[in-house]
T-cell receptor, first 115, second 111 residues
Framework: GAVVSQHPSWVICKSGTSVKIECRSL??????MFWYRQFPKQSLMLMAT?????????EQGVEKDKFLINHASLTLSTLTVTSAHPEDSSFYIC???????????FGPGTRLTVT | KQEVTQIPAALSVPEGENLVLNCSFT??????LQWFRQDPGKGLTSLLL?????REQTSGRLNASLDKSSGRSTLYIAASQPGDSATYLC??????????FGAGTRLAVHP
């Protein structure tokens, strides 16, 4: 149980284009989803927290107009990187929470490369 | 501001050794502490979650302890195997739902 998927697993895009990453909870209802980014050999940094049906809460320093997060249902959240630039290249990981213990379950990650 | 530090940053050992990975945090007011494993280019696998009222958790060859008052947690891996090679991340949960990660310990176990 508690499986979280991400799509795509990797994506290459050109500078200036937008990219959408999906995060799905497959076997439970995720009232809260989280988006992290991870640079090589560094730890995960929380970007934003989203509750189903509400606007996302962004961490300090994360541009909300650049990283658009939508959590329209209890099983799906999307992260759209708008007008991507090479410095946005990173590993993006989502997690979902919905149980009594509030434990987060992580997706497999999406590798974004902006050329 | 809560900060999580993991020592060592990297570790290379021969198969069969017992290992100790350390995690320290600056603010002892935490809800839970969790240890994860991350394989290269992959997501996170939860290993052990220790609630603030607990002092340790065990799963197979893994044992994690928590000392909130001193701001420390230790992950003990018994009889290490090459399949244990990965990055091990410690995360504290200071409140509702939020995880703050350390930078991780990169472990290599060679045959």
């Amino acid at each position: 149980g508690a499986v979280v998927s991400q799509h795509p697993s990797w994506v290459i895009c050109k500078s200036g284009t937008s990219v959408k990453i999906e995060c799905r909870s497959l076997d439970f209802q995720a009232t809260t989803m989280f988006w992290y980014r991870q640079f090589p050999k560094q730890s995960l940094m929380l970007m934003a927290t989203s509750n189903e049906g509400s606007k996302a809460t962004y961490e300090q320093g994360v541009e909300k107009d650049k990283f658009l997060i939508n959590h329209a249902s209890l099983t799906l959240s999307t992260l759209t990187v708008t007008s991507a630039h090479p410095e946005d290249s990173s590993f993006y990981i989502c997690s979902a929470s919905g149980g009594v213990t509030y434990e987060q379950y992580f997706g497999p990650g999406t590798r974004l490369t902006v050329t | 501001k809560q900060e999580v530090t993991q020592i060592p940053a990297a570790l290379s050992v021969p198969e069969g050794e017992n290992l100790v990975l350390n995690c320290s945090f600056t603010d002892s007011a935490i809800y839970n502490l969790q240890w994860f494993r991350q394989d290269p280019g992959k997501g996170l696998t939860s290993l052990l979650l220790i609630q603030s009222s607990q002092r340790e958790q065990t799963s197979g060859r893994l044992n994690a302890s928590l000392d909130k008052s001193s701001g420390r947690s230790t992950l003990y891996i018994a009889a290490s195997q090459p399949g244990d090679s990965a990055t091990y991340l410690c995360a504290v949960i200071p409140g509702y739902n939020k995880l703050i990660f350390g930078a991780g310990t990169r472990l290599a176990v060679h045959p």
